[in-house]
T-cell receptor, first 114, second 114 residues
Framework: NAGVMQNPRHLVRRRGQEARLRCSPM?????VYWYRQLPEEGLKFMVY????????ESGMPKERFSAEFPKEGPSILRIQQVVRGDSAAYFC????????????FGPGTRLTVT | AQTVTQSQPEMSVQEAETVTLSCTYD???????LFWYKQPPSRQMILVIR??????QNATENRFSVNFQKAAKSFSLKISDSQLGDAAMYFC???????????FGPGTSLSVIP
């Protein structure tokens, strides 16, 4: 059973461009969480999605950030008009129906905004 | 609000010795899960150990064990027989209920001295 996949692993964008980060959960997992890790900090929750639904977006910045988890395909975290402060590592975690508490983390996407 | 505190930004230990990393948390829930994650330079989040709050017995995983003091809301990690590969950032984390976001502490950077 493959683990959580994230791509790309590294992404460089110029200020003002769009960044799209993809997350493929473990097989059979229908719960996806996105976290952001700023330099020298711990991970901070951004959004929790189930298939086709956003369950909790309390950690998402109000502007420029959006997330989706369609019925088919990976979950996407989209950042529009990126700024230098968006440079961070973005982690996706997935959770299965039988795993009430444990989340399985992907390797992360390192976004650098130049 | 949930908070997780790690009061030791940096720790060091001699190879083969024992080190304890501290963590305190705040929650009003009676049942929850606590975790220690390791993040090596590769940035992959690796689950080290987990503790269910309703279980009195402290969790152990090989050289890793915890001291869970529920009344004091304390959850420390003990690493015995430290190895060079243990050098990493260690994050204490909490999930308050099923299918919920993980709250991470700020992390402790552990160095292992040969």
């Amino acid at each position: 059973n493959a683990g959580v996949m994230q791509n790309p692993r590294h992404l460089v964008r110029r200020r003002g461009q769009e960044a799209r980060l993809r997350c493929s959960p473990m097989k059979g997992h229908s719960h996806v969480y996105w976290y952001r890790q700023l330099p020298e900090e711990g991970l901070k929750f951004m959004v929790y999605l189930q298939k086709e639904n956003i369950i909790d977006e309390s950690g998402m910045p109000k502007e420029r950030f959006s997330a989706e988890f369609p019925k088919e395909g990976p979950s996407i975290l989209r950042i529009q008009q990126v700024v230098r402060g968006d440079s961070a590592a973005y982690f996706c975690a997935s959770q299965g129906t039988g795993d009430k508490y444990e989340q399985y983390f992907g390797p992360g996407t390192r976004l650098t905004v130049t | 609000a949930q908070t997780v505190t790690q009061s030791q930004p940096e720790m060091s230990v001699q190879e083969a010795e024992t080190v304890t990393l501290s963590c305190t948390y705040d929650t009003s829930e009676s049942d929850y899960y606590l975790f220690w994650y390791k993040q090596p330079p590769s940035r992959q989040m690796i689950l080290v150990i987990r503790q269910e709050a309703y279980k009195q017995q402290n969790a152990t995983e090989n050289r890793f064990s915890v001291n869970f003091q529920k009344a004091a809301k304390s959850f420390s990690l003990k690493i015995s027989d430290s190895q060079l590969g243990d050098a990493a950032m260690y994050f204490c984390a909490q999930v308050k209920t099923s299918y919920d976001k993980v709250i991470f502490g700020p992390g402790t950077s552990l160095s292992v001295i040969p």
